[in-house]
Nanobody, 127 residues
Framework: QVQLVESGGGLVQAGGSLRLSCAAS????????MGWFRQAPGKEREFVGA????????YYADSVKGRFTISRDGVKNTMYLQMNSLKPEDTAVYYC????????????????????WGQGTQVTVSS
């Protein structure tokens, strides 16, 4: 079992930055593909970005490409989402997710591909 806890959300003005953290316990994340998703009110949960177990492959949704960056700290067993140049349309609850994969390189984009989810952290971007 993997427990995931997100933190770092908050209120920020458009153009600002936030760094979200996803701290894991129970298992090391070194064998898990990881992803970030978000859900705005009245909308379905959508893919933001994903990172392979190896850390060598990362993929982002077009809406955040060039603004958001995923990274991991193996010592802290934590994944991060650095969000720059934030826009009001980035307002949502952000979730991290983990999936055990047999190989180190796959990236998982679908929500159904993940085994574990955090509780989410609210990000609000004011105009």
């Amino acid at each position: 079992q993997v427990q995931l806890v997100e933190s770092g959300g908050g209120l920020v003005q458009a153009g600002g930055s936030l760094r979200l953290s996803c701290a894991a316990s129970g298992r090391t994340l070194s064998r898990y593909a990881m992803g970030w998703f978000r859900q705005a009110p009245g909308k379905e949960r959508e893919f933001v970005g994903a990172n392979s177990w190896s850390g060598g492959n990362t993929y982002y949704a077009d809406s955040v490409k060039g603004r958001f960056t995923i990274s991991r700290d193996g010592v802290k067993n934590t994944m991060y989402l650095q969000m720059n140049s934030l826009k009001p349309e980035d307002t949502a609850v952000y979730y991290c997710a983990a999936a055990m994969t047999a190989r180190p390189f796959p990236i998982i984009i679908a929500t159904s591909g993940y085994d574990y989810w955090g509780q989410g952290t609210q990000v609000t971007v004011s105009s």
